[in-house]
């Protein structure tokens, strides 16, 4: 007797459950399709139920962004995006699964003539609703594409190769060029003692008796000032190159720490690179700050020791230089 009331017990609870589910799916197709009823409605006249049908359409989008959320997985595309990302992707879903339901809805009801949410059109939006809410499931979970590729990242290192070498070269070249101006100025101080006055409180009386340098020696003094002069022009060209290098490694790491697993892996070499190009360009800098101070005491010497010459040189070259300041 007892086994037979656990029996009826069952069934009971498995037809009640039936109904339930049957009453609920009911209910929201029937929200879901109101705006399709909606337009029905106005198009065939029926204005008695049109209240009713605005009510329920009131409550279509927020019920279908909200079967979208329930599909979105934690650790999915739209839930690990930012959070004003996040519910603009499951709204903009919403609106897009809202709107194939009831286009569908409304050509059905158009056909038979029939206004409401009768068993084929609630059958026919509920499979398609469910297999675009499989499919939006499906989507959410799968990887998503590499933010940089392998081979960019490869292209990218050796570019940054490259670019490395040219900073190296660059560095040797202004280590070669400190290295005349020093001398040139060695040899200017071997051969003349110290001047007593120099710099902005220069005055050409008030400058002691000092050998006069040759015409040739002259001229090789000037190159020599010009050349340091392109140099320090030429590689910062280089050095403003190199920066914006880094800056793009740096972006492009970020990236590849966001890619998968052989991204993530190549990314410490676009690290290595960004790190050598900057010891480099820092190296590079040092060694322009010691050429420009270099090359500007070698222009005060050229003016203290090459007589009148020297001095017609030095005013010259600080009338351009101010001329270039004025106008930037």
């Not at 006249?45 to 049109?50: H, N, P």
């Not at 989507?139 to 081979?151: C, E, L, S, Y």
């Not at 040092?286 to 070698?298: G, I, P």
């Amino acid at each position: 007797m007892s086994d037979s009331t656990k029996g009826y017990g069952g069934c009971a609870l498995a037809l009640f459950a039936t109904c339930l589910g049957m009453s609920l799916y009911s209910f929201l197709i029937t929200i879901l399709l109101a705006p399709a009823m909606v337009a029905r409605t106005v198009v065939a006249g029926s204005t008695d139920v049109l209240p009713q049908w605005l009510a329920f359409a009131a409550l279509s989008l927020p019920l279908a962004t909200g079967l979208v959320r329930l599909v979105l997985s934690k650790n999915g595309r739209v839930r690990t995006a930012p959070q004003a990302t996040r519910w603009a992707w499951a709204f903009n879903l919403g609106a897009a699964l809202l709107g194939v339901l009831n286009a569908l809805a409304f050509v059905i009801s158009s056909a038979t003539g029939r206004i409401g949410a009768d068993l084929d059109i609630a059958f026919t939006s509920g499979v398609l609703g469910g297999v675009m809410l499989l499919a939006i499931f499906v989507w959410d979970r799968r990887p998503r594409p590499d933010p940089i590729t392998p081979a960019e990242i490869r292209y990218t290192v050796e570019q940054v190769d490259r670019t490395l070498h040219q900073v190296r070269a660059a560095n040797d070249q202004v280590h070669r060029q400190v290295l005349q101006v020093q001398q040139r100025l060695a040899e200017i101080r071997a051969s003349a003692p110290p001047a007593q006055a120099t710099g902005s409180g220069w005055n050409p009386e008030a400058v002691p008796v000092r050998p006069v340098q040759s015409q040739v020696q002259l001229r090789l003094l000037q190159l020599c000032h010009f050349e340091s002069f392109r140099c320090a022009d030429s590689v910062h060209v280089v050095y403003q190159s190199a920066r914006v290098s880094m800056n793009t490694l740096s972006h492009m790491e970020q990236r590849a720490l966001r890619g998968r697993a052989e991204s993530r892996e190549l990314a410490g070499h676009l690290a290595w690179g960004r790190n050598r190009l900057s010891a480099e360009v820092d190296v590079g800098l040092r060694r322009v700050q010691s050429l420009n101070a270099d090359t500007h005491e070698l222009k005060h010497e050229i003016r203290d020791t090459c007589g009148a010459p020297g001095q017609r040189w030095f005013t010259q070259l600080e009338a351009r230089t101010a001329e270039r300041r004025a106008f930037g």
